[in-house]
């Protein structure tokens, strides 16, 4: 349960602010964003020799970690969102002793703004990789490790700067940008409209007390039950969840009362937004293509055709979804040139399985499906990766740069496969009762 709570108390807080908080209006001056640079000195791991750097570079804190026996060759580590606050903070990343211990050296930048702004985030990681030559050596392989928010850095930056990396981890990323928080749209008109609860949109201020309430009552078989008992219409948007992150799959059953139940409302906290976006210059979001289903049969029947004619239908603004390279939102194209090897948690409902399903398509669009790699993990949260499953990845992808040794993959679409994630989960996941994930044989 304490695994549980964990990643209920990190997740929850962080979705509901980079939804809600809309960007500054346009004439406002930017955040007045800081770096306490008494936090940024760290110590040597127990029992390693390593040179540490710290410091401030372009408005961004930073950390480097160069090993005595350095064996030349760099990882940078892109870090995920990390709310709307004006301080900005760098970790060092979730497999530090794994590089330490092999000679790697490492680079984090804290970005020179919070909230989702994908944009400084790929300045400042080019930025620090820069830096890096002249402040220590220029190193022999450089490799760029991305995860959520970094992972959509990661995928932007290799595309924008194609000559500075020669291998990318982006892991649980936002590989398809835009289509992110068109999901989480997609989740909350379309249960407001199977519940028959006229929420509009943006919706009110008491939408996350009084609507959502009403909502579940309609979903649920006896009162105050939802998730884990759902009538036909609950049973419903169960299906279109599914449906919409990704598709029929292990894990996914556990995956619905994680992110329904164990974490609160926390999908329902996702439709809280106005559709605005750092960078934005107005609604991003759009659904007015968008068919709704709740079977795998193409053809609409009564119900789905209801439901289609009654959602609350948003189109974005002529120029919320424009932009080029770094403009707006950037966007992932899936035009790589070096080694990716990705990860994604088949019940991430957070960071959807359908990221990865998109990024795949986006990369065989561009005739680059030889140079990606992707495993999909068995558990319900979101970046919920072992220590083995991170630095198994990473090995296996230095494989491949230097010596063309190409690792095993998932096929991203068979999915329903029973065993689907097994060969590449490392280690069984302990959740309570209903969240219990079957081991692999």
């Not at 640079?37 to 750097?53: D, K």
């Not at 804290?110 to 990789?129: E, L, M, P």
Request: aromatic share 10%; proline share 7%.
């Amino acid at each position: 349960m304490q695994r549980v709570l964990a990643i209920v108390a990190a997740l929850t807080m962080a979705a509901v602010t980079m939804v809600v908080a809309p960007p500054p209006a346009a004439s406002a001056p930017p955040p007045d964003y800081f770096v306490d640079e008494s936090a940024l000195p760290f110590e040597a791991l127990p029992g390693y020799e390593t040179e540490r750097l710290w410091g401030v570079h372009k408005g961004a804190g930073y950390r480097i970690e160069v090993p005595a026996d350095w064996n030349g060759d760099l990882v940078v580590w892109a870090h995920g969102f990390r709310g709307t606050g004006l301080e900005l903070t760098v970790d060092n990343g979730p497999i530090r002793e794994h590089l330490i211990a092999n000679g790697y050296a490492w680079a984090a930048s804290s970005y020179s703004r919070n909230d989702y702004d994908v944009k400084a985030g790929v300045q400042d990681t080019h930025a620090i990789t820069t830096f890096f030559n002249g402040a220590v050596a220029k190193p022999d392989h450089t490799y760029l490790i991305g995860a959520s928010m970094g992972g959509h850095i990661t995928g932007v930056t290799i595309e924008q700067y194609p000559n500075l990396y020669d291998g990318a981890m982006p892991v649980c990323g936002v590989m398809a940008d835009l289509e992110l928080f068109d999901y989480f749209l997609d989740v909350n008109v379309t249960a407001q409209a199977l519940a028959g609860v006229d929420s509009g949109f943006p919706v009110s201020d008491d939408y996350a007390v009084e609507d959502v309430a009403e909502i579940k009552a309609a979903f649920e078989l006896f009162p105050g039950t939802f998730p884990f008992t759902t009538n036909a219409t609950g049973d419903a948007w169960k299906s279109l969840v599914e449906i919409e992150s990704g598709g029929e799959r292990p894990v996914f059953d556990q995956a619905f009362l994680f992110w329904n139940g164990f974490a609160g409302d926390f999908l329902f906290g996702l439709g809280q937004g106005d559709g605005t976006l750092v960078g934005s210059p107005g609604v991003a979001i759009d659904n007015m293509d968008a068919v709704y289903q709740l079977d795998a049969d193409p053809a609409l029947d009564q119900l789905e055709i209801d439901l289609n004619a009654s959602v609350t239908r948003v189109q974005a603004d002529r120029q919320g979804r424009a932009g080029n390279g770094l403009a707006q939102v950037p966007k992932v194209s899936g035009n790589i040139g070096i080694p990716v090897l990705s990860m994604h948690t088949l019940g991430d409902l957070f960071v959807p399985f359908i990221m990865q399903q998109t990024y795949a398509e986006r990369v065989a669009a561009n005739g680059a499906s030889d140079l990606l790699v992707q495993r999909a993990i068995r558990d319900v949260g979101h970046c919920s990766f072992s220590g083995s499953e991170w630095t198994q990845g990473f090995d296996d992808l230095v494989n491949w740069v230097e010596n063309g040794v190409k690792p095993a993959g998932d096929d991203m679409f068979a999915t329903a496969d029973p065993l689907y994630g097994c060969d590449h989960t490392i280690g069984d996941r302990f959740y309570p009762g209903p969240l219990s994930i079957p081991p692999c044989p």
